[in-house]
């Protein structure tokens, strides 16, 4: 009977064991949902990220709810980063700076993050493992992975006392990205 109580108890202690830290791939292809909260109101928007951090090439693009594109692209192997807005039915406009250094990654937050526990997706009703990483200065990530596939992001989202943004990938492929993916709009140029 001891025997059976102490294989219980090791088996309760293992299936409490927090999963493997997530090894979110740095060059991918993405579908997205976002979400922008803020003083100013919030935005909803589907688009497109997506890095090959070999190259040093980041973009988040999006549609909002009211038309209006916009695209951030930091091109690190040139210096450049671009942020592209376009209302629709309006001029487009785009403001440039530049970069120095190499890439950061996208992921690199993720290695000092806590497990926060186990919850249900509200699209999919699956499992989602959430860990979650606070640097300070009010601000905090949160990362959830699909409990059948821990690299996998489901969702990624920051919070900070200037306002949030959540990112709800509903398709992510670790490929490298099209250069096009990574061309400077006309209106940039």
Known sequence: MYEVAVLA???VLCSAQP????????????????????AEGTIFGRGNFAQDFNAGHLVENATTDDGTDYLGLALYDKGEDYVYRAPKGATPSCQSRSL??????YWGWVA?????????????????SVWYFEPGFGTRFELGVSEQDPN????NNLYRTSGDSKVYFFSFYAVTPAPGNFTVPAACQ
Not at 100 to 105: D, H, K, V
Not at 112 to 128: I, S
Request: charged share 10%; with cysteine; hydrophobic share 30%.
């Open 19 to 38: 999963p493997p830290v997530p090894k979110i791939p740095e060059t991918f292809y993405s579908s997205v949902n976002v979400e922008l909260h803020s």
């Open 152 to 155: 996998l992001p489901v969702f």
């Open 112 to 128: 000092n993050a806590t497990f926060r526990g186990y919850f249900p997706d509200p699209y999919t009703h699956r499992n989602l």
């Open 9 to 11: 108890c090791v088996f």
């Open 100 to 105: 120095s250094g190499t890439i950061p990654s």
